[in-house]
C-alpha cells in the first residue's frame, strides 16, 4: 500500500472579487471534482484511499491571475495528477466562464509540494 503523506490542494484566484460565500463555494466545487476526476484514474485511486482513511487532508492557497493558475493545470498534467479547473457559471457574482480555483490531487504531499509549496496560503 502506497505510505506516503497525501492531500489536497487548491488554489484559489485573488485578482477577481469574490464575496466569502462565493469563494466558499469555488473552494468545495474544485475539492469535490478533483476527488471525482480522481476516481476515473487507476493511478489515483490508492491516493484517493489513503487520504480518506487519513483525515483528507487539504490546503487552500492563493495566486494572483488566471495565468499562475493555469501553469499550476500545465504542472499538473506533466506529473498526471488529477485536477479540476473550475469556471464559474455566471449565475451571480461574476461573468460566466470565469476560472476561479483550481483543485489538486489527492496526490502524495511530496508531489504536490513540488507544484505548490511556495504558494501562500489564502
Do not use: N
Not at 503523506?5 to 468545495?28: C, E, F, N, S, Y
Not at 466562464?97 to 511530496?110: C, F
Amino acid at each position: 500500500m502506497f505510505s506516503d503523506d497525501v492531500k489536497q490542494v487548491i488554489v484559489v484566484r485573488t485578482d477577481i472579487k469574490m464575496g466569502k460565500g462565493k469563494l466558499a463555494v469555488q473552494v468545495a466545487h474544485a475539492a469535490v471534482e478533483a476527488v471525482f476526476k480522481c476516481m476515473e484514474s487507476d493511478r489515483c485511486r490508492e491516493w484517493l484511499e489513503v487520504w480518506r482513511r487519513s483525515g483528507q487532508k487539504k490546503i487552500v492557497v492563493k495566486v494572483d491571475s488566471l495565468s499562475k493558475l493555469i501553469e499550476l493545470k500545465k504542472r499538473a498534467e506533466e506529473h498526471s495528477i488529477p485536477y479540476a479547473l473550475i469556471m464559474d457559471a455566471g449565475l451571480t457574482q461574476l461573468p460566466p466562464g470565469t476560472v476561479t480555483s483550481l483543485g489538486l490531487g489527492p496526490a502524495p504531499a511530496t508531489l504536490l509540494d513540488s507544484i505548490t509549496g511556495l504558494l501562500p496560503l489564502l
